[in-house]
Nanobody, 123 residues
Framework: QVQLVESGGGLVQAGASLRLSCAAS????????MGWFRQAPGKEREFVAA????????YYADSVKGRFTISRDNAKNTVYLQMNSLKREDTAVYYC????????????????WGQGTQVTVSS
C-alpha cells in the first residue's frame, strides 16, 4: 500500500500559476498509476489528470487540457500537477490518488487517496 500527501495549494489570482506536489511513501511508487482529482464546494469530486507508471502517457479532463500538466518523478516518489492560467473555476480541494490497476479515469478506480490541498483562485 501507499500513503499520499499533497502540498503546494494556496491563494492566487486568476491567470497565475501553481504547482501541486504529491509525495508518496513506500518502495513501489513506480508500480502505481497516479491521478489528480478536485472537489469544489457543493460539487462532486471530478477527474483532473492521470499519468501512467512510467510517465509516458498522460490524460486530462477537457476543462484543464492545455493549462495543466501532470508529471512524476519516480526517483523522488512524487507526482506533480503544474497549473497555469488558473481560473476562478479551478478553485477546489485537489486530491492525489493512486492505484496499481486502472480501467477508467473514474475516482472509483483509485484505491489510495491523499488528504487534499486547497487551491483558491480569485478574480
Amino acid at each position: 500500500q501507499v500513503q499520499l500527501v499533497e502540498s503546494g495549494g494556496g491563494l492566487v489570482q486568476a491567470g497565475a500559476s501553481l504547482r501541486l506536489s504529491c509525495a508518496a511513501s513506500g518502495r513501489t511508487f513506480s508500480s502505481y498509476i497516479m491521478g489528480w482529482f478536485r472537489q469544489a464546494p457543493g460539487k462532486e469530486r471530478e477527474f483532473v489528470a492521470a499519468i501512467s507508471r512510467s510517465g509516458d502517457t498522460t490524460y486530462y479532463a477537457d476543462s484543464v487540457k492545455g493549462r495543466f500538466t501532470i508529471s512524476r518523478d519516480n526517483a523522488k516518489n512524487t507526482v506533480y500537477l503544474q497549473m497555469n492560467s488558473l481560473k476562478r473555476e479551478d478553485t477546489a480541494v485537489y486530491y492525489c490518488a493512486a492505484d496499481r490497476n486502472i480501467a477508467t479515469m473514474s475516482r472509483l478506480d483509485f484505491g489510495f487517496w491523499g488528504q487534499g490541498t486547497q487551491v483558491t483562485v480569485s478574480s
